[in-house]
């Protein structure tokens, strides 16, 4: 007979280690907070296309409730509500559901002024997985925007009922950004979304968004001038470029928010220059 005298036993490994990383381990952490919003360490929004699946994603993690109001001097529903998650408070901003960003709506402007002057700690996109290539038009303008985000791949059940199969990593790769596949109406993928959320909020995941750079080489100076000024003025702002193509393609109102200072705190030395159009030949801003 053997013995086990002269044998070490290793202990076993603490169950919370050995779980850290694991669905019902990062979904125990969630604690729905619904309305709850009086202190919160994260501010997080919530855009996508209209049926994506978004107010499901919304419900799921704030607890089937919301704090509804109106926009601040419009007419659209804001809907807010919180979670917790991993000892943090998050506020999740569900944003007017939107195909685009380029401001040729009252609920696209919302979204795009949300997630441009009140730069969210994070951006999580809703796609439909059944219907990616459409999809994928708001997802490359939130990019622009911020460099800030997650891609909420929803609907992969559906996606899949249809003989349909999305590599989210290689998609991950291609964007820059976390890609999280989920069918939020079972619950299917909303525990890796929080810990993509938590990563990208706390800095642990650094996104580098994929931005298409294909200005007409009659204006690419231009923007080469508007960025170095806009830089100068709001040093933290992540997308001048943007800033800047908006501005030389006339869009009001990322000039008035030039004027007023919304993008952040500008530096008074610049801060003119940009607003007054001395320097840049752009006939909105002056």
Same mark, same amino acid.
């Given at each position: 007979?053997?013995?086990?005298?002269?044998?070490?036993?290793?202990p076993?490994?603490h169950?919370?280690?050995?779980?850290?990383?694991c669905?019902?381990?990062?979904?125990?952490?969630?604690?729905?907070?619904?309305?709850?919003?009086?202190?919160?360490?994260?501010?997080?929004?919530?855009?996508?296309?209209?049926?994506?699946?978004k107010?499901?994603?919304?419900?799921?993690l704030t607890?089937?409730?919301?704090?509804?109001?109106?926009?601040p001097?419009?007419t659209?529903? @804001?809907?807010e509500?919180?979670?917790?998650?991993?000892?943090? %408070?998050?506020?999740?901003v =569900? #944003? /007017?559901?939107?195909y685009s960003?380029?401001?040729?709506s009252?609920?696209?402007?919302?979204?795009?002024?949300?997630?441009?002057?009140?730069?969210p700690?994070v951006?999580?996109?809703?796609?439909?997985?059944s219907?990616?290539?459409?999809?994928?038009?708001?997802?490359?303008?939130?990019?622009?925007?911020t460099?800030?985000?997650?891609?909420?791949?929803?609907?992969v059940?559906?996606?899949?009922?249809?003989?349909?199969?999305?590599?989210?990593?290689?998609l991950?790769?291609?964007?820059?950004?976390?890609?999280?596949?989920?069918a939020?109406?079972?619950?299917?993928g909303?525990?890796?979304?929080l810990?993509?959320?938590?990563?990208?909020a706390?800095?642990?995941?650094?996104?580098?968004p994929?931005?298409?750079?294909?200005?007409?080489?009659?204006? @690419?100076g231009?923007?080469?001038?508007?960025?170095?000024?806009? %830089?100068?003025?709001?040093? =933290? #702002? /992540?997308?001048?470029r943007?800033?800047?193509?908006?501005?030389?393609?006339?869009?009001?109102h990322i000039a008035?928010?030039?004027r007023?200072?919304?993008?952040?705190?500008p530096?008074e030395?610049?801060?003119?220059?940009?607003?007054?159009?001395?320097?840049?030949?752009?006939?909105?801003?002056?």
């Amino acid at each position: 007979m053997k013995t086990m005298e002269n044998q070490s036993i290793q202990p076993a490994a603490h169950p919370q280690e050995a779980c850290a990383k694991c669905s019902v381990y990062r979904a125990a952490n969630l604690k729905k907070l619904g309305v709850n919003i009086d202190r919160v360490d994260h501010v997080i929004a919530l855009a996508g296309n209209p049926n994506t699946g978004k107010s499901t994603v919304f419900n799921a993690l704030t607890g089937l409730r919301q704090h509804t109001g109106n926009w601040p001097g419009k007419t659209v529903t @804001r809907a807010e509500g919180a979670f917790e998650y991993s000892g943090k %408070r998050y506020k999740l901003v =569900d #944003l /007017p559901g939107t195909y685009s960003l380029l401001s040729t709506s009252l609920d696209e402007e919302i979204a795009r002024d949300f997630i441009l002057f009140g730069q969210p700690d994070v951006t999580v996109v809703v796609a439909d997985a059944s219907r990616l290539e459409r999809n994928l038009n708001l997802v490359l303008q939130v990019l622009e925007i911020t460099d800030r985000a997650v891609l909420c791949l929803n609907l992969v059940d559906e996606a899949q009922r249809h003989g349909l199969t999305v590599d989210e990593r290689q998609l991950s790769r291609d964007l820059g950004v976390p890609v999280v596949p989920t069918a939020a109406r079972s619950g299917q993928g909303l525990p890796e979304l929080l810990q993509a959320i938590a990563d990208v909020a706390s800095g642990k995941i650094v996104c580098r968004p994929h931005r298409v750079e294909n200005e007409p080489p009659a204006i @690419r100076g231009a923007v080469t001038e508007l960025v170095t000024l806009i %830089r100068k003025a709001y040093p =933290d #702002l /992540p997308n001048a470029r943007w800033v800047a193509l908006r501005l030389l393609g006339g869009d009001d109102h990322i000039a008035e928010a030039l004027r007023k200072g919304e993008l952040g705190r500008p530096r008074e030395e610049t801060s003119g220059e940009l607003v007054r159009g001395q320097t840049v030949p752009v006939g909105t801003v002056g």
